[in-house]
């Protein structure tokens, strides 16, 4: 599965379950910020990608990861979510690639998603929000001039972001 929201809005999702303590109805957060249910759930999804949130017959729920995310600096932050995804396979297949080939532009990895997941309009927003989460989390780097991710250069974070 690929992210299907930025950061910002699973940040302010796991603030909003925090206010409710931490459990909530799904439909209830939607309904209080007036939100498109199908635009909740892609937050919702991302979250618990990351392993952030779970949600069991409609109720949503922070992990422990996601108090220690809360309740972290935002190097902090950095740590945990680089932890979480180096158990999600699109980041570790991605980090993979780079590990052997050194960098790859935003064209070649829309390709080898596509590949790997199969076709998807929107497969341009998902390696957009790929680069985001894994700059955020220190997985990767990203030149915009050049449009193109590399191997972190700083290894004390990425030492174990290989299957």
């Not at 790997?116 to 957009?128: A, C, H």
């Not at 915009?144 to 004390?156: F, I, L, N």
Request: with cysteine; hydrophobic share 40%.
């Amino acid at each position: 599965m690929l992210p299907k929201a930025h950061i910002s809005e699973v940040f302010g999702l796991l603030d909003i379950v925090k206010s409710y303590g931490g459990k909530t109805d799904v439909a209830k957060i939607g309904m209080d910020l007036r939100m498109d249910i199908d635009d909740l759930l892609k937050v919702v999804e991302t979250a618990e990608l990351f392993g952030l949130v779970s949600v069991d017959k409609g109720d949503i729920q922070l992990t422990n990861v996601a108090h220690k995310v809360m309740a972290s600096t935002i190097a902090g932050r950095k740590k945990v979510l680089h932890e979480q995804l180096e158990n999600v396979e699109v980041f570790s297949f991605i980090r993979n690639l780079l590990l052997s080939g050194g960098r790859l532009s935003k064209r070649q990895i829309t390709h080898v998603l596509q590949s790997r997941f199969g076709p998807s309009e929107k497969m341009g927003n998902s390696v957009d929000l790929i680069v985001g989460w894994g700059c955020f989390a220190r997985c990767f780097d990203y030149d915009g001039d050049s449009q193109r991710v590399t191997a972190k250069k700083d290894h004390r974070h990425t030492a174990k972001f290989v299957n």
